[in-house]
């Protein structure tokens, strides 16, 4: 990661510091109260975390994280067991006993004394590596200073977690539902993607039916900009929903299923579609119809998805296209669970674009 940040973005590769003292890196051991994995004592061996800069060098962490120097790390740490050493225990919270006790990447509100903060977004959300015992030991989970560590975790390991963003930076991929880009001033960003992409949150179950039918309503709300434009951007999401829907179906009747994401940047296709369903209106009635399908499909993976995400391990996996900007950035197996609950954050996006277009 290092050898490309030098080659590609020289803002933050200027922010990286270098390695941590063995010193340094015992006295987490002693703050956190149980050893260091080794790849999280081998990542503090290459980097020292990320100085403070009076201007932004950049995120090398997606999609908006910095690492944290041992020193911040363990000052964030104390704050967070000391803050919470004079609550009284309860129901919303629980006890310092079972935030320490509970098996790795179970989530909770209260900190417990074996996370160790490894980057923030310096605006009070942290990435941490959970220390505590279990199968899932070491993952990388975030922790967020109003919902506390709410998901998943998004990474099984600190090494899954470098491993994924180094192959992101090197073939230009996607990392935890990012793609990287460097600016004009060479720093590393993050930037959402335009298809649909495997998201890191647990599959609801009211989910697809009710983001499928809040999007529908703010489509046919009247008073959209551009009804041309919202056209195009309700078919886009459409023939996302056929598209999963398909799946779905195979799926659900043993067939070699597979998902191919329909290019968000081809208008003349879209035009086609939305025609062909009797515009913005038909398109509507088509969405919504075709939730009512989906729905029953998706609530046998609702369970199954509570799990730690383990890239390439987490059944049931389809094979999957997804384009970008007419370009195929995934191209392999994928969690099905997955694309199912990255429809969520896809019609969110969509439902900002009806208002701005």
């Known amino acids: 990661m290092i050898t490309w940040l030098r080659g590609h973005s020289p803002a933050t590769a200027e922010g990286v510091n270098g390695p941590a003292t063995a010193k340094a890196i015992d006295e987490a051991d002693w703050a956190v109260g149980v050893p260091l994995p080794a790849d999280l004592r081998a990542l503090y061996r290459a980097a020292d975390g990320m100085r403070s800069h009076p201007r932004h060098v950049g995120d090398l962490l997606p999609p908006f994280y910095q690492l944290l120097p041992l020193e911040e790390a363990l000052r964030f740490h104390r704050s967070r067991v000391e803050g919470f050493a004079d609550r009284e225990d309860s129901e919303w919270w629980g006890t310092e ?14 900190w417990s004394r074996h996370w160790l903060p490894i980057a923030t ?20 989970m975030k922790y967020d200073k109003y919902e506390g560590a709410d998901r998943r975790p998004m990474w099984p390991s600190v090494s899954a977690m470098l491993a994924e963003v180094a192959d992101a930076l090197e073939h230009d991929g996607v990392a935890a539902g990012r793609r990287p880009y460097v600016d004009a001033e060479g720093r590393l960003e993050w930037r959402d993607p335009v298809g649909l992409w495997i998201d890191f949150f647990p599959l609801r179950g009211d989910a697809p039916l009710y983001e499928l039918m809040r999007f529908a309503d703010r ?7 551009d009804p041309r434009a919202a056209e195009l951007i309700v078919a886009r999401a459409a023939q996302v929903t056929d598209a999963l829907t398909a ?9 070699a299923a597979r ?40 609530g046998p993976y609702v369970d199954a998805y509570e799990q730690p995400y383990v890239r390439g391990q987490v059944p049931p996996m389809v094979p999957a296209t997804v384009r970008e900007s007419g370009d195929i950035v995934i191209d392999g197996p994928v969690s099905w669970p997955g694309l199912l609950s990255g429809l969520g954050y896809y019609l969110l996006k969509l439902a900002d674009e009806l208002q701005s277009r």
């Not at 994401?261 to 088509?286: F, K, V």
Request: glycine share 14%.
């Open 259 to 298: 998902y191919d994401d329909p290019n968000p940047q081809d208008e003349e296709t879209l035009r086609g579609y939305a025609a062909a369903h009797g515009g913005l209106a038909g398109l509507i009635d088509h969405l919504i119809a075709t939730a009512t399908r989906l729905q029953p499909l998706a």
């Open 219 to 225: 489509a046919r709300a009247g008073e959209l900009p």
């Open 97 to 110: 006993e079972e935030a320490d006790t509970a098996p790795a990447g179970t989530q909770g509100f209260r």
């Open 121 to 140: 977004n310096h605006c009070g959300d942290v990435l941490f590596a959970d220390l505590r015992y279990g199968r899932f030991r070491g993952c990388v």
């Open 247 to 255: 799946t779905a179906e195979t799926l659900a009747t043993g067939g």
